[in-house]
Nanobody
Framework: QVQLVESGGGLVQPGGSLRLSCTAS????????MGWYRQAPGKQRELVAGITSGKNTNYVDSVKGRFTISRDNAKNTVFLQMNSLKPEDTAVYFC?????????WGQGTQVTVSS
């Protein structure tokens, strides 16, 4: 089992920045992929950014150039630096980890971008 604990959400004005963190604990030795998904009201959950244990990254087109995902393997933590935030980034953000064939989710953290 893997437990994921997120932090860093909140309310920010358009153009502002937030940094999300997610720390994994438990059976973490074989976590290959970690990422951030988001789900806005009435919309499907989407992968925002992902990073492998080798630190290869991918991003959804709508956040490229604004968001940066990084990973500290020693601390079992993944970060999502979000800059130039837009109202359409408003959503619940979920941390995700894949260990072998198992997938794990965090509890979610609300990000609201509004003036």
């Amino acid at each position: 089992q893997v437990q994921l604990v997120e932090s860093g959400g909140g309310l920010v004005q358009p153009g502002g920045s937030l940094r999300l963190s997610c720390t994994a604990s438990g059976s973490i030795f074989n976590i290959y992929f970690m990422g951030w998904y988001r789900q806005a009201p009435g919309k499907q959950r989407e992968l925002v950014a992902g990073i492998t244990s080798g630190k290869n990254t991918n991003y959804v087109d709508s956040v490229k150039g604004r968001f940066t995902i990084s990973r500290d393997n020693a601390k079992n933590t993944v970060f999502l630096q979000m800059n130039s935030l837009k109202p359409e980034d408003t959503a619940v953000y979920f941390c995700y980890a894949q260990a072998g064939v198992e997938a794990y989710w965090g509890q979610g953290t609300q990000v609201t971008v509004s003036s």
